[in-house]
């Protein structure tokens, strides 16, 4: 193999392998400035699109052990999404993007080493960023305990309540 092509398959294989997520969209029709928009609101995300041959991904993929990539079979003109960091903004982002610009549109992804479908791209990207999803897995987790001390304050307060009326009862008969 060229020295050129091992050196894309590299470069290609640890752009694969250095994300967290992959999402692949077909873009044919859409113009390079929308593309560049595109590209503007990714970067704001932390997240890189490539448009790249299908055969040099699958390859790569294989290079670089992604088992979900490497076997499967792409199809058509791929735009190719990645990164680190909350995938569910970055999918926000392109269902948002194909909502307004028709010709694109997720075709698949790759999520935790699993492959998900475009339906499931949609699904992620109705889910909440990822700081709000911990936000309500600590309530969820403190809620018991909380539950817990105000079972018991109100058993304490209810005995102090009695005892008030007692003595405020007691006063009122001298």
Known sequence: ??????????????????SEYIFMCTYKGLKVKEIS????????QKAIC????????RKAAEQKGIAGLSDLKIAGDTAFIFG???????????V??????QPLSP?????????????????????PPLNV??????????????????????????IVNVLNAFKN???ENK
């Open 37 to 44: 928009e595109l590209r503007k609101l990714l970067a704001q």
């Open 50 to 57: 490539k448009v790249l041959k299908n055969r040099i991904v």
């Open 133 to 158: 999803l911990r936000a309500q897995l600590l309530g969820l987790l403190q809620a018991p305990g909380r539950n817990l001390v105000t079972i018991l304050n109100t058993k304490a307060s209810e």
């Open 84 to 94: 680190k960091g909350d995938a569910s903004q970055v999918a926000k982002v392109i």
């Open 96 to 101: 948002g993007f194909a909502k307004t610009h």
């Open 107 to 127: 075709k698949m992804g790759l999520l935790d080493g699993a492959l998900i479908k475009a339906e499931d791209v949609k699904a992620v990207s109705e889910m």
């Open 1 to 18: 193999m060229r020295a050129e092509k091992t050196q894309i398959l590299n470069d290609v294989g640890n752009m694969l392998s250095g």
């Open 169 to 171: 009862k007691l006063e």
